[in-house]
Structures are given as structure tokens and as C-alpha cells.
């Protein structure tokens, strides 16, 4: 039987029965027909395929020159074979045996494609057990760059019609260096797992996720998303990212950088696409990371790029464009100034003055941190013994040391040679290394601080709290004062969390003989609480921003105090905090309680009352239920927790009654009464409180 003698039906039925897969294509490659093998091995239905390019079922990780290969073989009439990586509707790649041969018509003219494809079974087995092909990140299963490129090259084409409208995120882990070098090469892989994972979880099946370096990330949304949806996703992906991590017995808290770039408002091409969202990311990195950024074009007067910046550092000290501030510390008991923290600043010809969280990282990230830092060893330096030769009092001065710069080179070494120079008291000098910068390499570190301690300077511990030290290693470091992290003193009024883990430090550091230093305090709300807890310092703008060098002498030439009531000298006088959201009730209770012999406090919000609770002792709350942001059980159950020996009372409607039974129960509140209230009960109910407090 010659093939002319085989009906049209059995042509068919070979083709749509065959249990290899077979894609027809036009001459231009345009997909015109798929078996059903082939069907269900892709995923995709007949209509999704039609008219497209068979890329659309490929993995998009060959390198060019296989694609090179493929059409000058097949253009030139012969079968080509090889082997492909495909990529399923659902995303999982499966490695193909592929085989294309030219289709010709009588005239001998090339007019269709004919592909059949199997699976590799042997090479898709492999993978499994992973020897794997570089079409996925073997470690955590993500795709590779060069798929996600493939995808973004697709979206951008969309259909031909509507001009593709999506986002693409860069997104790249902080600091990674330390969890890497403190936890060891297994524990970091395993955050990276973990952080895929959080990443998939947090996205939509249709997004794609690719890992793209060591810590670094490209996300590629599917769908169009307004700038508001993609500040949401964004926060969402941080939190994610956030949440602690158990390693090895201790709690590691990630943060990540992320830049956002969307198609086709900022870029049109694949490559400025990603070019654009990792600029972006930059520039969240340069904010201090643990913060996304939106692409925004370079503006003449805008902050300069990663990339000038590094330039423009490479000489910074030989430009002379350097300087120190100094932030004054204050000891809690004596109001007295204790020490100043030299922060150094960068004068930029243009760009004016440019802070360290900006350039540190570049500095850190390219070396010339080493640089950098003997400059700031030799001008504080310096500085001291200018003050001191004008017959200031003596004061300690502190300098933070890089990570780089503490395994690099011989530090102490460096530093004797300066003190000796300058003949400053070495006591007075102060290091900080920051917790991290300790965990990095613990008995290098060991090392370092005994040979700094033995030149007689002192040493404190930065960032206390944001590392991942362990109180082993904190009972053995020669160090002789913690600094608190800003992230715990901001909220220590409002949150009772951070106030109870800021006292734990106070307490153990000082069990373990250590001063406790409290950074980043505003308020007065906050020093007070600090000084409850027994912290002995502080430093932050509540008392001085970082100054000049020539602001801070008459500072010191003055002796100037803080000025904190100490809670002794307050008015030993009833006190009673009023809360609520509308000032007409704010004023018709004053009014009712003005009489009744109380110092009165009142507060438009809960957060305005927590400050208050901070500054004042008061004996006696009464908050209305619903205000906006923070509800009065919220604010009570808090106060509860920060002051338990105030009495608190709630104001409230007889809807508020479920929420309330529940805060009653927990102690929160000690006694609910309903709005409107009625005059004498409320007066009653307040001396009542009172009474229980004298
Ligand atoms: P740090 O050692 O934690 O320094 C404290 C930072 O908190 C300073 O920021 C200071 O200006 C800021 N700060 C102080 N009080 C308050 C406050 O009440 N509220 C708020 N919001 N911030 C407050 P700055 O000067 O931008 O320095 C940032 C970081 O840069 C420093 O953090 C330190 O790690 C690093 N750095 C600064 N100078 C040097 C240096 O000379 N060498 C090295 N290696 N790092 C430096
Ligand atoms: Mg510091």
C-alpha cells in the first residue's frame, strides 16, 4: 500500500493517536498544529497554542546559538535533533528529545516544520536525583535568570494589541554576608530555601519568582497592578520575609532590599527592565534596606547613583570632603554629658551633605571602608586633644568600627600609633563594634577586642539586640557597655513588648556587670521610662542631634544638663488621665472634674495618652472605647502591662459590652461605665479608683 492508497481518517488517527508529541509549524515557525500527546504534556489547550511561537512551551535557558543551530538546519532542509528543556503550562520544567524535519511541497519548496518530541526520561530522572541542568536553581528549585528573561521578553510582546502593563521586582537580602559567615554555608542555604518558599507563598501561581544571584531575587508579576497593589505586595513580601527564622538554636530576622520597576512605564526591553527594578533596589539599600523603592528616572538634582557614588568615594579622603559630628550621651542619674559618639559625615561638593547609611554600605561593600575609618581614627583624635588643650572637661569619645575594617589589617596596631601621636588619654577613647560585626567571626573577634582592650580603650557593643549574639558569648566579651538599638527604644511607650525586652537587656547586662547605653530616644516619654527601667544612658535628639565640633564645646564649657523631673520631685498630687478622641468630651469632663481637687491629663489618642503615662505618674485612667487608630481596651490593656498600678475605667456604649467582658476579665480594665454617663456616678467611681491607690 503506497502512502497515496492510506485514507485522509488513518493520516489523522496516526498523527492524533501517536504516543510521541508532534507540533506542526508554518514556515515563519507559527504553530498549526499539536497532537494530543503533545497537548498533555505541555499543559495548554489547542487554542492557547495555535498561532504561536513553539517558545512558548520551551524553558528559555538554551543559549543562543542552539536556537542559531536549530534554524539554519531546519531553513537549510535538514533534520535537526537535540535536546531542549520545556516548560509546562504549571511551570515544571521537563527535558525533551526533540526532532525537526522540513515538510516540503511537490514544488520542493519548504512550507511546514514537523517536531516530534519525547521525554527524556534518563535525563529527567537525573534531574530528579539532582544532577540537574541549569534550568532551575538546584538549590531552591526557583527558575534561573534566563528563564524569567524569556518570560519578561513574552509579556512584552503581549498580544500585538494592548500594550503589556506589569511590574517586576528586585529583591535582594540584607546583609546575607553575616548570616552566611556566622551560621556557615549549610544554615544559609537553608534561610534561601525558606525564603523562596515565603516568596512563592506570598505570590500568585501565574507570578514567577527566580532566584538570580547568592541573595537575589526577580519576581515578575503577571497581572497589572496599580502602584497602591503593588505597595501592598510589597509590605506583604517584606513581612514574609521578616518573619524569624530558627537557625541552629537561635532566631535570625531577615530584611530585604526591593525595587520596583512596571513595563512599559519605565522600561520597554527585558534588560532595562531589570536594570531599572535593580537600580531601584539600590537605592532601598542605600535608605538602609529592610524598604522597597520605586524606579524613579535620574533627575539632574537627584541622589546619586550607586554606581557615581562609589566613584566619588574612591577619594574621598584625599579630597578632603570628610567630617565629624558629634552626638552627645547623657547618664540618666546625673543628667550629666558621659561621652560623644563621633558620626562622620560626607561634604559632597554637589550633592552637600550625604549620610553615613548612604555611603557605609558602598564604603563596606568596595573596601575603601579601611580607608575611611583610619580617616575618622586620626581626625577624632585630633579633635580630643584640640579640647583638651583648650581646657575642656574631659569627655569620653566613642567611634563605630565596620565590619570590614575589624578583620582587616592591624587595627589595634593603627590605633596605638594614633594615641600615641596625639597623646590623648587612651581611656577616654571609646570603640563601638556592632553586634553583627562580633557574630561574624566570634573568636577572630575574641582576639581583636582583648588586644584594643589592652591599649587601655574601651569597648561597646552596638546595635545590642539586632544581631544574633548568644548570652554565652555576651558573658564572655571583654566589652564594657551595650548599646540598645533605636528599633526598641522607639516604641518603648506604646509597646509593652519592646518595654519588657528593653528591661530584660537593662537587667542582664548590668547582672552581667555591663552599662547599658539607650540610642535613638525623642522623647521624654522615652527617657523616663528608660530611667524606671535603670538604663544609664542615653543618646538621641530628645537631648542633642549630632553637632559640629565647634557646638560642642560650649556645650561641654557650659555643662549643660538634661533636664528630666525625677519622679521624687513630682507634685504629689492626684492624677487623673482623661482619653478620648472629641474634644467636647474631653471638655465637658474636665469641667464636671475640676473641683474634685485632681491634676487633670488629657489625651486625644491613645498614643498622646501613652506619652503622658510616660512623663506623668498617674494613678487613675478613664478612656473612651472607640477612638480611630488605637481603641481604649487597646490603650488599657497596654497601660496595664507598662503601669500596672494604675486604675483604669472605660467609657463606653452598650454595644462596645462583648469586647468589653473580655478586657474586664484579663484585668485590663477595672470598671466599665456606659456613655452618657451620669454625673455623680462617674465622680463616685473616680474617687472610688483613688481610694484604692492611697
Ligand atoms: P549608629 O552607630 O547606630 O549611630 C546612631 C545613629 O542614630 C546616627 O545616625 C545618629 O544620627 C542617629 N540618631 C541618634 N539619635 C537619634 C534619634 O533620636 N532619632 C533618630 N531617628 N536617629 C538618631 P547616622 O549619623 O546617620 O549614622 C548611621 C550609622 O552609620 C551609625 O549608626 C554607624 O553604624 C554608621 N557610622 C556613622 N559614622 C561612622 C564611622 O565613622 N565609621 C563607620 N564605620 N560607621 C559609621
Ligand atoms: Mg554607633
Known amino acids: 500500500m503506497s502512502a497515496a492508497d492510506i485514507p485522509d481518517s488513518l493520516f489523522r488517527a496516526m498523527l492524533e493517536q501517536n504516543t510521541v508529541g508532534i507540533v506542526v509549524t508554518d514556515r515563519d515557525g507559527l504553530i498549526v498544529y499539536v497532537n494530543p500527546r503533545q497537548l498533555e504534556a505541555s499543559g495548554y489547550a489547542l487554542e492557547e ?38 516548560r509546562r503550562r504549571n511551570g515544571e520544567v521537563h527535558r525533551e528529545l526533540v526532532r525537526i524535519s522540513p515538510i516540503r511541497n511537490p514544488a520542493g519548496d519548504i512550507t511546514h516544520f514537523f517536531a516530534i518530541k519525547e521525554e527524556d526520561l534518563l535525563g529527567n530522572a537525573a534531574r530528579l536525583l539532582g544532577g540537574a541542568t541549569a534550568i532551575l536553581d538546584p538549590l531552591t528549585g526557583l527558575p534561573n535568570r534566563a528563564m524569567l528573561l524569556e518570560r519578561i521578553s513574552l509579556r512584552l510582546i503581549g498580544d500585538g494589541n494592548v500594550t503589556p502593563n506589569f511590574a517586576l521586582f528586585s529583591i535582594d537580602l540584607d546583609r546575607f554576608r553575616v548570616i552566611n559567615e556566622s551560621f556557615g554555608h549549610f544554615a544559609a542555604d537553608e534561610v534561601l530555601v525558606r525564603v523562596a518558599a515565603r516568596l512563592r507563598e506570598t505570590i500568585r501561581q501565574s507570578d514567577m519568582v527566580a532566584r538570580t544571584g547568592a541573595n537575589e531575587f526577580l519576581l515578575l508579576l503577571d497581572s497589572e497592578n496599580s502602584d497602591t497593589q503593588l505597595e ?93 559630628h558629634y552626638q552627645p550621651k547623657v547618664d540618666l542619674r546625673t543628667g550629666k554629658m558621659q561621652g560623644l559618639e563621633a558620626l562622620v559625615r560626607w561634604q559632597h561638593p554637589e550633592h552637600g551633605l550625604i549620610a553615613p547609611s548612604r555611603f557605609i554600605p558602598v564604603a563596606e561593600e568596595t ?35 565596620s565590619l570590614r575594617h575589624f578583620g582587616y589589617g592591624d587595627l589595634p596596631g593603627f590605633i596605638a600609633t594614633c594615641i600615641e601621636e596625639t597623646g590623648v588619654d587612651p581611656t577616654l577613647l571609646e570603640l563601638e563594634i556592632s553586634e553583627g560585626a562580633v557574630m561574624r567571626d566570634p573568636s577572630r573577634a575574641f582576639i581583636i577586642v582583648d588586644r584594643i582592650k589592652s591599649l587601655g580603650v574601651k569597648l561597646s557593643l552596638d546595635d545590642f539586640g539586632t544581631g544574633l549574639s548568644s548570652l554565652s558569648y555576651l558573658s564572655r566579651m571583654n566589652v564594657d557597655k551595650l548599646k540598645i538599638d533605636q528599633s526598641f527604644v522607639h516604641d518603648i511607650t506604646t509597646n509593652p513588648v519592646n518595654a ?30 528608660l530611667r524606671r527601667h535603670d538604663c544609664d544612658e542615653i ?21 549643660r544638663l538634661l533636664s528630666l523631673k525625677t519622679e521624687a520631685a513630682e507634685p504629689d498630687q492626684k492624677t487623673l488621665l482623661l ?6 468630651i474631653l471638655n465637658a469632663l474636665k469641667r464636671l472634674l475640676r473641683r474634685d481637687g485632681y491634676r487633670i491629663l488629657s489625651a486625644g489618642s491613645g498614643e498622646e495618652a501613652l506619652e503622658l503615662l510616660a512623663t506623668n505618674s498617674v494613678q487613675v485612667i478613664v478612656s473612651d472605647q472607640r477612638m480611630p487608630a488605637m481603641s481604649g481596651v487597646e490603650l488599657l490593656s497596654r497601660a496595664r502591662e507598662l503601669y500596672p498600678h494604675t486604675v483604669r475605667i472605660i467609657l463606653s456604649g452598650y454595644s462596645d459590652i462583648s469586647t468589653l467582658s473580655d478586657a474586664i476579665n484579663r484585668g485590663a480594665v477595672w470598671k466599665y461605665i456606659s456613655k452618657p454617663w451620669d454625673d455623680e456616678t462617674l465622680k463616685d467611681e473616680i474617687r472610688h479608683a483613688f481610694s484604692l491607690r492611697n
Open 49 to 86: 497554542l495555535l498561532g504561536q511561537n513553539p517558545r512558548i512551551m520551551g524553558a528559555g535557558d538554551a543559549p543562543p546559538e542552539v536556537y542559531q543551530d536549530l534554524w539554519s538546519t531546519i531553513l537549510s532542509g535538514r533534520v535537526w535533533h537535540g535536546e531542549l528543556n520545556n
Open 367 to 401: 573596601g575603601l571602608i579601611v580607608d575611611l575609618n583610619e580617616w575618622v581614627i586620626r581626625a577624632a583624635l585630633r579633635q580630643m586633644r584640640l579640647w583638651m588643650d583648650a581646657g575642656l572637661p574631659r569627655i569620653t569619645v566613642s567611634l563605630n568600627l
Open 232 to 324: 501592598e505586595l510589597a509590605q506583604r513580601l517584606l513581612s514574609a520575609i521578616g518573619t524569624p527564622v530558627e537557625l541552629q538554636g537561635r532566631t535570625a530576622r531577615l530584611t530585604a532590599s526591593m525595587g520596583i520597576a512596571r513595563a512599559p512605564l519605565d522600561a520597554r526591553s527585558a534588560d532595562d527592565l531589570i536594570k531599572h527594578a535593580d537600580n531601584a533596589m539600590a537605592m532601598a539599600k542605600t535608605a538602609g534596606g529592610g524598604c522597597f523603592r520605586f524606579y524613579a528616572p535620574p533627575a539632574k538634582d537627584q541622589a546619586i547613583a550607586w554606581n557615581d557614588l562609589t566613584a566619588a568615594l574612591r577619594d574621598v579622603v584625599k579630597r578632603d570632603e570628610l567630617l565629624l
Open 539 to 559: 543618646q538621641g535628639y530628645f537631648f542633642s542631634r549630632p553637632v559640629a565640633a565647634e557646638e560642642i564645646a560650649p556645650m561641654l564649657a557650659a555643662g
Open 579 to 584: 482619653v478620648d478622641d472629641e474634644p467636647n
Open 500 to 529: 519588657s525586652i528593653v528591661a530584660a537587656m537593662i537587667a542582664m547586662a548590668h547582672k552581667l556587670g555591663k552599662r547599658v547605653i539607650a540610642v535613638g530616644v525623642e522623647t521624654e516619654g522615652q527617657a523616663r521610662q
